[in-house]
């Protein structure tokens, strides 16, 4: 049936149709949306893991039992996971392993802008990299015969446009091909001597896979006009199409490692100049300049950001659209903590307290953005602890009463608790705060190892949090309720103060999961409000100012009363309208 | 044909997901090619979001770009004025009138630019203005904004009726799909 369907949701019908049998990922813009698809599928086991590292090693253990496997993650997810990666690469697998990476170039929802192409060439295994939804489910497919053909995990490159865009497929039936486990001590365990042996393996198996894109339909070329020859891949081959369709010849790559050179020196041979196009880092273009080709490629075209058609029409000559300007600045409108969001009291409470606030990867990040201003690090998954630790241990007492790390559920499950056993085990004077909100918030609402529930919404294995901590040493363990501004003023006082490490964990679910019964909606009385804009100290959505007196947007306020417990006057009302 | 372009723009998490399903839909039944690109992740938390909606004979790049949107339909009075630079030259601006104060706004850091449906059309641009917050409320729910400015919008396409309700009936859930054609009615109307 033809459909239109989301670039991840056609992974998900690929690895559907392919026969995968178990997915296991960990949530990441723009990557979540291939495992929450695929778990639609009653035929595939699918959950999310604590860590992709987790993920991957759960997939690859899936494989070598005999059926397909799955795993996807961010960019930065695969640094996580580049561990049991590099060395599944001389393994090799038993039923077929592909492995989903996702770029976010633009920085949509991404911390940095790393090319996961590297990871490919490091780790010596192909990848393949779809420009729309048809190809991510074609591709998908092909990575399984690739990943069995050549004994060897495949990543499948997704983008932030690819994966987030919808476009037109076709669908087929689903198809699961079995293989038995055999023990193979020389194959699967990697200890020096054998891994000396499989080494070589790889290095062939890189050569016969370049051969194979030599002829790949995976690679394709369309002549066109012989002026100007471009090479591609991904979204920027939609780009190239968009703007100089005909007019110019495409090698159109879907193998974007290891590259093909007999294909790439024809193809050069028939235009006149030579081109390549692709966002972020000269992967492509250097491995043209090596072959000995004269090419255009980073000298006309940007390594930051995503590419545009405008972009590209701008630096290598096509019509180039501009519109019409406003005459006045437009005010910009950052993302901002929901109104109602639990973090934003213990954010506040932080910022009362002039802590210096090392920051971690979610929702709460937003922590840092004005007017809270309540965050001064973020680095990766979980290295709030890892920084607060070090931190503190060169500063000491001149840190340890104000200096705190804030740590969302799902990612103190990720990473933070290695982060934690070691301010247990090396002993720094450390307040870790683990902000529970009893869920993935800024994935789209995931369920993770503390809350009680699995990828389906079923009940599943619960963690303790408390328990947790108090098994790693931690004999100060308090829980807040972060919309009560007095009690986390109170506990964060006392456990700066304490000579010891302490966990604070601030409890209250997120505001946007359904289940949770929100108060009704707060009104200002316009006669006590004397326009003081204490409440405005807390950049919550559903406050603004009008005519000198707060005002609250009624559709928005969820009745948290954080802004209440600041106003001096008593000014917040009730509006008794239960939402 | 060549690639038409219709933007959809707002602030994260108010409905744009369901209006471009909505439209990807339809024009996917009309025998278009088509392509929606969304927005998901940090960027949807009350932040200034865009979904891009085309269609043609052939649908390459899944974005637009500045001076190429045929229309852009806007949630949100500010944000139709910050996309406003994408309008192609003869397009088309349908617009809820309703204003939500952005951060920087909220916080006293810049002001709610005045008169913006005004110095739209001072900038040589089309704008229908509607109060689609009153309408969808008149409809029965605040949350039927973006059918009403799909009615709207609908006013402008040479599509049968049928074609439209059809890709609504596909869409919403069957207990709230009265409620939406009556928003879809006044938006197409008003």
Known sequence: MRQLMLGNKAVARGLYEAGVCFISSYPGTPSTEITEEAAKYDEIYCEWAPNEKVAMESAFGACLAGRRAFCAQKHVGLNVAADPLYTMSYTGVNAGLVIGVADDAGMHSSQNEQDSRHHAIAAKVPMLEPSDSAEALAFAKAAYEISEQFDTPVLLKMCTRVAHSQSVVETGERNVPVKQYEKNIAKYVMMPGNAKRRHPIVEERTKALREYAETSPLNRVEMGGTQLGIITSSTSYQYVKEVFGDSVSVLKLGIVNPLPEKLILDFAAKVEKLAVVEELDPIIEEHVRRLGLAVTGKDVLPMIDEFSQNLLAKALGGEVHTGRTLSEQVPVRPPVMCAGCPHRGLFYTLKKNNCTVLGDIGCYTLGAVQPLGAMEMTLCMGASIGALHGFNKILGSESEGKTVAVIGDSTFMHSGMTGLANVAYNQSNSTVIILDNSITGMTGHQQNPTTGYNIKGDPAGKIDLEALCRAMGFDRVRVVDPYDLAQCDQVLKEELAVAEPSVIISRRPCALLKYVKHKAPLAVDTDKCIGCKSCMRIGCPAISMKDGKARVDNTLCVGCGVCSQLCRKDAFVSTGKEA | ?190
């Not at chain 2, 790049?61 to 949630?75: H, K, L, R, T, W």
């Not at chain 2, 110095?119 to 009403?148: H, Q, T, W, Y």
Request: net charge negative; glycine share 8%; aromatic share 8%.
């Open chain 2, 1 to 190: 044909m060549q690639t038409k372009n219709i933007m959809i723009v707002g602030v994260g998490g108010r409905g744009s997901l369901l209006a471009s399903k909505l439209l990807g839909h339809l024009l996917l039944s009309q025998g278009y090619d088509v392509k929606v690109s969304e927005v998901h992740g940090m960027s949807q938390r009350g932040g200034s979001v865009v979904t891009y909606v085309r269609y043609g004979d052939r649908v390459y790049s899944p974005v637009i770009n500045q001076g190429e949107a045929d229309y852009i339909v806007s949630f949100e009075l500010l944000e139709a004025a910050r996309w406003l630079p994408y309008l192609k030259e003869d397009g088309q601006i349908v617009t809820n009138t309703q204003q939500i104060d952005p951060m920087p706004v909220i916080t006293g850091a810049a002001q709610y630019p005045e008169d913006l449906v005004e110095k739209m059309k001072a900038a040589g641009a089309k704008v229908d203005a509607l109060d689609c917050l009153a309408l969808a409320e008149e409809a029965g729910s605040a949350k039927a904004v973006n059918i009403v400015l799909l009615g709207r919008l609908s006013h402008y396409f040479d599509l049968p009726e049928e074609a439209w309700m059809a890709s609504l009936e596909a869409n919403v859930p069957a207990k709230f799909l009265e409620m939406n054609k009556k928003a879809f009615a006044l938006g197409k109307n008003a």
